[in-house]
């Protein structure tokens, strides 16, 4: 069993910046899996945010937050990252990290594609 556990939520400011990470407990290495972060705010459906491939050369990014937020992995450190840039209150959710076995270049964007998934942590931007 795969289990992943994320870091660096809390409140900001609008237009500061958050970094969160993502990492398996365990002897899980994370270079077999195509990862992605998801969030999810109150009252609203799971959202993708980007996502990136097992070697990290491919990535995708959401619409919402391209140029503001982005998505890299460091396999020798075992973790995964999420640089959030110029946050505003909209951002307010629930950021959850996922992971799944795939193809070395594939990304995905569903929240069905993935297997694993960690619990999530809050990011608050206030106004």
């Known amino acids: 069993q795969v289990q992943l556990v994320e870091s660096g939520g809390g409140l900001v400011q609008a237009g500061g910046s958050l970094r969160l990470s993502c990492a398996p407990s365990?002897?899980?290495?994370?270079?077999?899996?195509?990862m992605g972060w998801f969030r999810q705010a109150p009252g609203k459906e799971r959202e993708f945010v980007a996502a990136i491939s097992r070697g990290g050369a491919d990535t995708v990014t959401a619409d919402r937050v391209k140029g503001r937020f982005t998505i890299s992995r460091d396999n020798a450190k075992n973790t995964l990252y999420l640089q959030m840039n110029s946050l505003k209150p909209d951002d307010t959710a629930v950021y959850s990290c996922?992971?799944?076995?795939?193809?070395?270049?594939?990304?995905?964007?569903?929240?069905?594609?993935?297997?694993?998934w960690g619990q999530g942590t809050q990011v608050t931007v206030s106004s």
């Open positions: 996922a992971a799944n076995v795939g193809a070395y270049n594939a990304v995905l964007r569903r929240a069905s594609d993935y297997k694993y």
């Open positions: 365990g002897r899980t290495v994370v270079n077999y899996f195509t």
